[in-house]
């Protein structure tokens, strides 16, 4: 199994980025996706999650009304689309797929999403 997150960088503060996940090697649509963040020096936390065939969805109260969470399962790929950001939001985006009945969780290698003027 495989997560490749792809999308981060450097932006201004109030910018915009999309992050998008791409998963390999399990069955992509039987999965609960997430994507979790790390700021240096602080402990991992959950940003967005929806669930396997797109029905629920939440969101972290810090970023619930700026970032989207989405997924395609035909394309086995899942999104965060992050609005007026903030340099609080400034952390490695790491993407995160679990299988409610089987347990089975696989983390991507992370990306790095810089807010900084």
């Known amino acids: 199994a495989q997560l490749v997150e792809s999308g981060g960088g450097l932006v201004q503060p109030g910018g915009s980025l999309r992050l998008s996940c791409a998963a390999s090697?399990?069955?992509?649509?039987?999965?609960?996706m997430s994507w979790y963040r790390q700021a240096p020096g602080k402990e991992r936390e959950l940003a967005a999650v929806?669930?396997?065939?797109?029905?629920?969805?939440s969101y972290a109260d810090s970023v619930k009304g700026r970032f989207t969470i989405s997924r395609d399962n035909a394309k086995n790929t899942v999104y965060l689309q992050m609005n007026s950001l903030k340099p609080e939001d400034t952390a490695v985006y790491y993407c995160?797929?679990?299988?409610?009945?089987?347990?089975?969780?696989?983390w991507g290698q992370g990306t790095q999403v810089t807010v900084s003027s």
């Open positions: 090697g399990f069955r992509f649509s039987r999965y609960d």
């Open positions: 929806i669930s396997s065939a797109g029905g629920r969805i």
């Open positions: 995160n797929a679990k299988h409610g009945g089987s347990g089975y969780d696989y």
